[in-house]
């Protein structure tokens, strides 16, 4: 992989061992997959935040790379933490627990990586440009930035994005490049599609029917799509596709560049109310556990929430996430105060995903096709997908 003097220099430790090693890992990665050079990068979110998933190894990295005096290099952001990071006491979170993520907070910190913990960091400041080259980590933020925004992401995991904050740059491969953002299948939408979790279970049916070959699919037949349906769609479509980009004529910004491929598949009402079954195998009542904003919330969804808990009570344990800055307007607006005089939780920083909860439930009620996957898969709960009735 063909380097500049700067970059050069960053691989023989000129700017610090931390930096190094930042650069050892892409050019790596450049390597493997067939980079011909490094490209500069003008944002970064970085995944593996919660203790829940880093573990005591994960720490220890981070903890190196900061001592060693990685510092960031462009606006970086960061992927939910297992916990509200001032309220974690109120979600229940163990004192020793919130002792390692609290460690996990202060690494980054002092890599000058914004300690904002979302997953749509493009909600809250970090928010690239059409045709931005950016490095991003959490899989439904890495679709929303290349489909909905135009930007130019690679799906990185959390070393390879830290290792773009501290450098800079990232190696020029994947969806960085014109020829891999040219769609490979239409899929022609024939079902109605008007609620947020109509997206949820579109993401899907067109996701696992191109979990296979990973082809960007052109989707004909949805007219409008509103931020959150994006936002929705992004988050299924990332998790049962594996996908991280694709087109929609008239709403997404590249389709008018690109040509309907000849291959194609359609989904049908049919196909829609399968994928939003297959989304619940628990009752009612055997829900324990209530969560909303996957991915977190915008304040539009918050007082949406809010107008419908006014004067009513909760009766299970009930997380709305989202980030710390919609948590503050929402908390302004007044919305946070509702929330809470109805028994639920405002649980910014953190998601139903990542905070350390297995074992504490049995089954989770969820809007969104993305929780209810991990909830099974990573949890072990029962679902319910809470989706609108016709
Ligand atoms: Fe975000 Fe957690 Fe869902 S990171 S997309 S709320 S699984």
Same mark, same amino acid.
């Given at each position: 992989?063909?380097?500049?003097?700067?970059?050069?220099?960053?691989?023989?430790?000129?700017?610090?061992?931390?930096?190094?090693?930042?650069?050892?890992?892409?050019?790596?990665?450049?390597?493997?997959?067939?980079?011909?050079?490094?490209?500069?990068?003008?944002?970064?979110?970085?995944?593996?935040?919660?203790?829940?998933?880093?573990?005591?190894?994960?720490?220890?990295?981070?903890?190196?790379?900061?001592?060693?005096?990685?510092?960031?290099?462009?606006?970086?952001?960061?992927?939910?933490?297992?916990?509200?990071?001032?309220?974690?006491?109120?979600?229940?979170?163990?004192?020793?627990?919130?002792?390692?993520?609290?460690?996990?907070?202060?690494?980054?910190?002092?890599?000058?990586?914004?300690?904002?913990?979302?997953?749509?960091?493009?909600?809250? #400041?970090?928010? +690239?440009?059409? !045709?931005?080259?950016? %490095?991003?980590? /959490? @899989?439904?933020?890495?679709?929303? $930035?290349?489909?909905?925004?135009?930007?130019?992401?690679?799906?990185?995991?959390?070393?390879?994005?830290?290792?773009?904050?501290?450098?800079?740059?990232?190696?020029?491969?994947?969806?960085?490049?014109?020829?891999?953002?040219?769609?490979?299948?239409?899929?022609?939408?024939?079902?109605?599609?008007?609620?947020n979790t109509d997206f949820g279970s579109l993401g899907k049916?067109?996701?696992?029917?191109?979990?296979?070959?990973?082809?960007?699919?052109?989707?004909?037949?949805?007219?409008?799509?509103?931020?959150?349906?994006?936002?929705t769609f992004?988050a299924s479509?990332?998790?049962?596709?594996?996908?991280?980009?694709?087109?929609?004529? #008239?709403?997404? +910004?590249?389709? !008018?560049?690109?040509? %309907?491929?000849? /291959? @194609?598949?359609?989904?049908?009402? $049919?196909?829609?109310?399968?994928?939003?079954?297959?989304?619940?195998?628990?009752?009612?009542?055997?829900?324990?556990?209530?969560?909303?904003?996957?991915?977190?919330?915008?304040?539009?969804?918050?007082?949406?929430?809010?107008?419908?808990?006014?004067?009513?009570?909760?009766?299970?344990?009930?997380?709305?996430?989202?980030?710390?800055?919609?948590?503050?307007?929402?908390?302004?607006?007044?919305?946070?105060?509702?929330?809470?005089?109805?028994?639920?939780?405002?649980?910014?920083?953190?998601?139903?995903?990542?905070?350390?909860?297995?074992?504490?439930?049995?089954?989770?009620?969820?809007d969104s096709a993305k929780?209810?996957?991990?909830?099974?898969?990573?949890?072990?709960?029962?679902?319910?997908?809470?989706h609108?009735?016709?």
């Amino acid at each position: 992989m063909k380097m500049s003097d700067e970059e050069r220099a960053m691989l023989e430790g000129a700017r610090g061992r931390a930096t190094q090693k930042a650069m050892q890992i892409l050019a790596a990665l450049g390597t493997i997959y067939g980079a011909e050079s490094l490209i500069p990068v003008t944002s970064v979110q970085v995944a593996g935040v919660s203790y829940d998933n880093l573990g005591e190894a994960g720490l220890a990295f981070l903890a190196e790379i900061a001592d060693g005096g990685g510092k960031s290099q462009v606006l970086a952001t960061l992927n939910p933490a297992g916990m509200d990071i001032e309220s974690w006491q109120a979600l229940g979170i163990p004192p020793d627990f919130a002792e390692k993520q609290l460690r996990v907070i202060d690494a980054f910190s002092r890599m000058g990586v914004q300690t904002t913990c979302t997953c749509t960091p493009y909600l809250v #400041g970090n928010l +690239p440009a059409f !045709g931005e080259h950016i %490095a991003w980590s /959490e @899989s439904s933020a890495v679709c929303y $930035a290349n489909a909905v925004l135009g930007a130019r992401s690679n799906r990185e995991g959390g070393p390879s994005a830290l290792a773009a904050a501290l450098t800079g740059r990232t190696p020029d491969y994947g969806l960085h490049r014109d020829e891999n953002r040219q769609p490979g299948l239409t899929v022609a939408v024939k079902a109605r599609m008007s609620e947020n979790t109509d997206f949820g279970s579109l993401g899907k049916a067109i996701g696992e029917k191109i979990q296979a070959t990973k082809a960007v699919p052109y989707i004909t037949g949805i007219d409008t799509a509103s931020l959150e349906q994006l936002k929705t769609f992004c988050a299924s479509l990332a998790t049962y596709g594996g996908a991280a980009l694709f087109h929609i004529p #008239g709403i997404t +910004p590249e389709a !008018g560049t690109c040509k %309907a491929p000849a /291959e @194609s598949l359609t989904i049908t009402q $049919a196909d829609l109310d399968i994928a939003t079954r297959s989304l619940s195998d628990a009752s009612e009542d055997e829900v324990d556990f209530v969560s909303l904003g996957c991915p977190h919330l915008t304040l539009a969804e918050v007082a949406r929430i809010a107008a419908l808990l006014e004067g009513k009570r909760v009766t299970r344990e009930f997380w709305i996430t989202t980030s710390r800055p919609v948590k503050q307007m929402a908390d302004q607006l007044g919305y946070s105060r509702i929330i809470t005089a109805a028994g639920a939780k405002i649980a910014a920083d953190t998601c139903c995903v990542v905070a350390p909860i297995q074992g504490r439930f049995t089954a989770l009620a969820a809007d969104s096709a993305k929780a209810c996957y991990y909830a099974a898969g990573k949890n072990n709960f029962k679902t319910l997908f809470l989706h609108s009735t016709r």
